[in-house]
């Protein structure tokens, strides 16, 4: 069965200090993957998206992830947070056919001036 | 190019109404697809059309119903509603309904039922 864990419900960090949101799934095929990001009373925003080739992928705002199969994990990384990033982060999985996705239940991420 | 829009943004019902939820996807988009978002559960795919055709649904009951229209708009309707349909409704537009589409997701429908 589909399912996207992240173990990380809340993550406070410091702005400049760097920051790593974990993201495991289970998936039968190689899956599409993707990182959205949701700021309060707005709806997902795309970050980055992984269907093959490169395992590290850049996106927007300056976050990268990377994809290792043998972890069956697609971390998101970003060397120097801002105060703007805190958010709420969700990790998702495609299906290989159709646009239902299944998604994590979200990182809440605090920023600390 | 404008994205994609839902109405209302809020809405409050009581136990055992009905409601529909509409989405306007982003011009040139033929996929809807639709999600239930609440604290416990988290996101959780209700179903997704494709040239007005429903073409894949998540694990929930026959009261969830959507429909498309030639012009690609969707609603969803919720009957009979229980305490526990309380949650944000997110719509999600995509070009195509292959997999790996990117989704475009509206503001959402924050549903109270009382």
């Known amino acids: 069965a589909q399912s996207v864990t992240q173990p990380d419900i809340h993550i406070t960090v410091s702005e400049g200090a760097s920051l790593e949101l974990r993201c495991n799934y289970s998936?039968?095929?190689?899956?599409?993957l993707f990182w959205y990001v949701q700021s309060p009373g707005q709806g997902l925003q795309l970050l980055l998206k992984?269907?093959?080739?490169?395992?590290l992928v850049q996106g927007i705002k300056g976050f990268e992830a990377e994809f290792k199969r043998s972890q069956s994990s697609f971390n998101l990384r970003k060397p120097s947070v801002h105060w703007s990033d805190a958010a709420e982060y969700f990790c998702a999985v495609g299906a290989r056919t159709g646009n239902q996705f299944y998604f994590g239940t979200g990182t809440s991420l605090t920023v600390i001036p | 190019k404008a994205g994609v829009t839902q109405t209302p943004r809020y809405l409050i019902k009581t136990r055992g109404q009905q409601v529909t939820l509409s989405c306007s996807p982003i011009?040139?988009?033929?996929?809807v697809s639709w999600y239930q978002q609440t604290p416990g559960q988290g996101l959780q795919f209700l179903f997704e059309?494709?040239?007005?055709?429903?073409?894949n649904k998540g694990n929930f009951p026959g009261r969830f119903s959507g429909r498309q229209f030639s012009n690609s708009r969707s609603e969803m309707n919720v009957s009979t509603l229980e305490l526990g349909d309380s949650a944000l409704y997110l719509c999600?537009?995509?070009?195509?309904?292959?997999?790996?589409?990117?989704?475009?997701f509206g503001p959402g429908t924050r549903l109270t039922v009382l």
């Open positions: 998936y039968g095929a190689t899956p599409y």
């Open positions: 999600a537009s995509s070009l195509r309904t292959s997999g790996g589409n990117e989704q475009f």
């Open positions: 059309y494709f040239s007005e055709t429903q073409r």
């Open positions: 992984y269907f093959s080739g490169d395992t």
């Open positions: 011009s040139g988009h033929r996929s």
